[in-house]
């Protein structure tokens, strides 16, 4: 399966945004008058349906945040504003996983996770993945969406869905060996997590026909040294995968790599906008995506302002898909920048260097104050047999990039955490 949806995945920029604007009529004239969130958010802002008639008057709509949202659920508890419909029409509950604040409440209709799950199956159709094959998901169903709708989307792709939920990463290796499993799905930091178990075990991936591991959650897979050692790891080409809770899965990697990862544009506008001044990033510039979703009429959000750094590429991908494309996958995040000895330092940037020793199976990055001077610290634990000097390798890498040296400590093995879903590793005490 080379695409899911051929006649919108290849269409021409001019149809494909005729095509966005009459979904965003319509959902806007659905909204104005069911759901009391958006309602008041328009009235105010003396905007209409009829007022957008291009893509350009998005702008005359007013930015949705995350803040904005939490806020409303919590004087409208418990469920909000923000849904269309009456609380019987949802089928569906997830929360965000509650990182960055307090959990926001998500809620679906049949027709939305419906949605959700075509969303995916344009993931997974991008990875290549079809009825042949074996999806095992390697993740505890919570209320976190994580992969819930990755099952929605085996199952229009029809694919053979492996659940892997109630077992330890042992356990998980076996089934995926049992059962044959072609296809992964769970985090990055997750799937490097089980070959950290499979090679202490004595467990031999080859024997797992591992085709593609898709991942989410977290940015790892579109960081080159993240990507690379998952690839060797599985023997199996890794892809990316971008979205959220309150958003939809949005965007996914194609077979073209490095090709960035692409947005279902059928589903989703995007703006990628200069957060100093909200007016569109300069062709070629980073800037923050703010997104609409389309198919979500239940629980949607309009100008929803990510947090999330991208880069739009223009150019034509080789798999033939006219959705545009995010140069490295989502780069990171807004909030997420901290300076440290005058230095702007991403994780996302950090992780690509720690990435690249192979002796290094985890890692945390402790940012501080010491003296009235920011200060980071990387600890690190090593592979069995590792050499110790790695450590000062290690920081001279980093201090050679960032261009200052960072305090890089080895610890005892297992004394970091390990993630099956997001992972927490990058952390910014402000007090002294």
Known sequence: ?????????????????????????????ELAGKNRFYGAKWRAAQVAPADIRSLDDLRRLPFTTKSELAADQLHNAPFGSNLTYPIEAYVRFHQTSGTTGVPLRVFDTHESWDWWGRCWAHVLTGAGMGPSDRLFMAFAFGPFVGFWAAVEGARKIGALMIPGGGRDSAQRLELMRDLGATGLCCTPTYALRLGEVARESGFDLRSVPMRATIHAGEPGASVPATKQRIEQLWRAQCFDHAGASEVGAHSFECSAQPGGTHLIESEFIAEVLDPATDAPAAPGERGELVITNLGRWGFPVVRYRTGDVVCVDHRACDCGRGFLRFTGGILGRADDMVTVRGVNVFPAGVENIVRNFAEIDEFRVTVHKFREMEEMEVEIELRFGADAGIARALADRLDMVLSFRPRVVVVERDALPRFELKARRFHVRRGS
């Open 1 to 29: 399966m080379r695409y899911f949806d051929e006649a919108t995945e290849t269409l021409a920029r001019e149809l494909l945004a005729a095509l966005q604007i009459g979904k965003l009529r319509a959902m806007m004239t």
